[in-house]
């Protein structure tokens, strides 16, 4: 943190106050049929599984089955200090389930549903908080001191000091090898690492909104609700503020029976 003066007139110095990176939202993906960011960075990419099928993206969300997921590549300033925040849910949240892949494909570590639970392996894990096709808000933030702290539906759960730089987005020691493209600090969804097991810790499910921001964001900012737009109302899309906004009253007036949409055959929630 940096300090500021405040200069008065005459040159007097009154105080120095301390002047606080402001964090911002860089990335904004709200699935409206397209994989687009709608701030105008860079797009994400479907990511195929082992039989080269690759997920689907409707009005508001991108349904993936297992083994499939995105890929974020030049969407990060700094690989070692960020927030990325995402709403999605899994048709199956038994044993091991990859949510963020750090290192490109290409190591096990990373962060996972872990029988209902958060995991960052192999570093710390919590305890019940997903449950199979129902979506949940996860928040992973990293600061440049190193701090990587997890956040599920506005739950603080795993947090530690990444000295390994396990949670810094890296590309992968293959890179621009035969088949393998450079990438610049990818960002790996759902889909799960070739050096384990690929299906076997990936689940089937949808996704409604992903959000980037340049910095970490707070442990307030980052918990304070499980929506991320009434989260931080101060980074809306000004020009689709007012159909979140009628959105939430649909789902809020709706009845629970009545909350539930076919996404590519997965009964899940509405976001």
Request: proline share 4%; aromatic share 10%.
């Amino acid at each position: 943190m940096r300090l500021r003066s405040v200069v008065l007139l005459f040159g007097v110095t009154a105080v120095a106050v301390p002047f606080v990176h402001a964090v911002s939202i860089i990335h904004d993906y709200t699935f409206s049929d397209s994989l687009i960011d709608s701030l105008g960075g860079p797009a994400l990419v479907a990511t195929p599984d082992d039989g080269n099928n690759v997920g689907s993206v409707g009005a508001g969300f991108f349904s993936f089955g297992q083994g499939q997921g995105l890929l974020l590549s030049g969407g990060l300033p700094n690989a070692g200090a960020y927030t990325v925040a995402l709403r999605f849910a899994f048709t199956d949240v038994s044993g091991y389930r990859r949510i963020i892949d750090f290192q490109d494909d290409e190591f096990d570590q990373g962060l996972y549903e872990l029988n209902s639970g958060i995991d960052f392996f192999p570093v710390q894990n919590a305890g019940v908080l997903f449950s199979s096709n129902t979506y949940a808000t996860v928040v992973a933030t990293r600061t440049a001191a190193g701090v990587f702290t997890a956040y599920v539906n506005g739950v603080q759960e795993p947090t530690f000091t990444d000295s390994g730089n396990l949670a810094v987005f890296t590309d992968g020691s293959d890179a621009g090898s035969a088949g393998d493209p450079v990438l610049s600090n990818p960002i790996q969804f759902f889909r799960d690492d070739e050096a384990c097991c690929r299906l076997g810790e990936a689940s089937a499910g949808a996704v409604t909104q992903v959000e980037i921001f340049d910095d970490a964001l707070t442990a307030g900012q980052a918990a304070a609700s499980t929506l991320l737009r009434n989260r931080h109302p101060q980074f809306r899309n000004p020009l689709r503020s007012c159909c979140w906004a009628r959105a939430c009253s649909v789902w809020a007036a709706s009845s629970a029976s009545s909350r539930v949409s076919l996404v590519s055959g997965l009964a899940l929630p509405l976001r």
